[in-house]
């Protein structure tokens, strides 16, 4: 990768793709709220997505979104505290289900207790 730009270099390089990237948004009582991430190694990250089909294969179809371009939301970002800008993450989070084994997603936090179970009757004393 070269960090220089020739004459016969029709563009220079950029961080990020030109254009307007589809950033997820919180919707808000009157306004939306550009919603930010976590990196794997837990760095705060603003995301954008170069197409709606790859932000919705991410976070879903019924995700709102709005365009902006990578400039604008580094300005918005950058007040909070975050740096990073990463364009079209891939969601590498295991999926949610209802039950698994302690501290695992579905499961209940530690420290409460599970709601209690129905009362089983043996044979012998139903009789």
């Known amino acids: 990768m070269c960090l ?3 004459d016969d ?3 220079p390089e950029e961080p990020v793709p030109a254009g ?4 997820p948004v919180r919707p808000g009582t009157a306004e939306v709220v550009v919603r930010m991430f ?3 190694l837990g760095a705060r990250t603003a995301v954008g997505f170069t197409g709606p089909d790859l932000l919705a294969a991410t ?3 019924e995700q709102p979104w ?4 990578a400039s604008a939301l580094r300005a ?3 007040p909070l505290g975050v740096g990073l800008l990463t364009v079209d993450p891939v969601l590498t989070a295991p ?3 209802g039950s698994g084994p302690a501290g695992a997603p579905g499961s209940p936090r530690p420290g409460t207790r599970p709601a209690p179970a129905a009362r089983r009757t043996s044979p012998a004393s139903a009789a």
Do not use: C, N, W
């Open 76 to 78: 918005l970002a950058e």
């Open 66 to 69: 709005i365009r902006l371009s």
């Open 38 to 40: 976590r990196t794997p």
């Open 95 to 97: 999926a949610v289900t």
């Open 59 to 61: 976070l879903g179809a």
């Open 9 to 11: 270099d029709p563009e």
């Open 4 to 6: 220089f730009q020739y």
């Open 20 to 23: 307007l990237l589809h950033v």
